[in-house]
């Protein structure tokens, strides 16, 4: 009887033990696992950093890094007339707001860089460039990207260089 009873409580301290050490592994691995989130985080946080300093050269964020702006070809205001008539007069007027902003002055206050990624590139645009994005926050309609060409954006921009 009384070597049964130690015997059973030998092998329940050994269960307590050996349980013991199990938990205290499985509390190590979460620790590590939380050391890998930690880091994981902190390495985003860096990459969203330095996007932001690159954007923030004003030019926007798409594939036009660089416009060269001479005295205003007429020729090309025409063609940007109507291709801004034909599609951007949805969302957009030159003297009031409408679904987007006013666009009387734009090439004053925005690079011409940046007008063109707006149009050829504005779903990335609203999500990273900080200018874009604060006008997405004012205006909550996302602007549309109408598949123009570099060359269509940039007869629009000469369009809206007569409206200032
Ligand atoms: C579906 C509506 C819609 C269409 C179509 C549209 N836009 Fe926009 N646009 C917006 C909105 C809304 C904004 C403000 C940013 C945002 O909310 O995404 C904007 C912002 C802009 C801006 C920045 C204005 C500023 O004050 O900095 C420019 C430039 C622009 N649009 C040009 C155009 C041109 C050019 C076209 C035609 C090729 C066009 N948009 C077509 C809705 C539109």
Redesign the pocket.
């Known amino acids: 009887m009384k070597i049964k009873f130690i015997a059973i409580s030998l092998l329940l301290s050994t269960m307590a033990v050996s349980c013991g050490g199990n938990e205290k592994s499985e509390h190590k691995t979460d620790n590590a696992n939380a050391k890998t989130e930690h880091k994981k985080t902190e390495h985003k946080e860096e990459h969203k950093e330095a996007k932001a300093t690159t954007s923030d050269n004003g030019k926007g964020i798409g594939p036009v890094s660089s416009v060269e702006l001479g005295d205003i070809d007429e020729a090309l205001v025409e063609k940007g007339k109507e291709?801004?008539k034909a599609?951007?007069t949805?969302?957009?007027k030159i003297g009031k707001r409408a679904?987007?902003?006013?666009?009387k002055g734009?090439t004053e206050?925005?690079k011409p860089e940046?007008?063109m990624n707006?149009?050829l590139n504005?779903q990335e645009?609203?999500d990273n460039d900080p200018?874009?994005k604060a006008?997405?926050?004012?205006?909550?309609?996302?602007?549309?990207n109408?598949s123009?060409t570099e060359d269509?954006?940039r007869a629009?921009l000469e369009f809206?260089r007569t409206k200032n």
């Open positions: 291709l801004y599609n951007c949805a969302c957009h679904v987007g902003p006013a666009l734009v206050r925005r940046w007008i707006m149009i504005p645009m609203v200018t874009a006008l997405l926050a004012e205006y909550l309609a996302p602007m549309a109408q123009l269509e954006a629009i809206f």
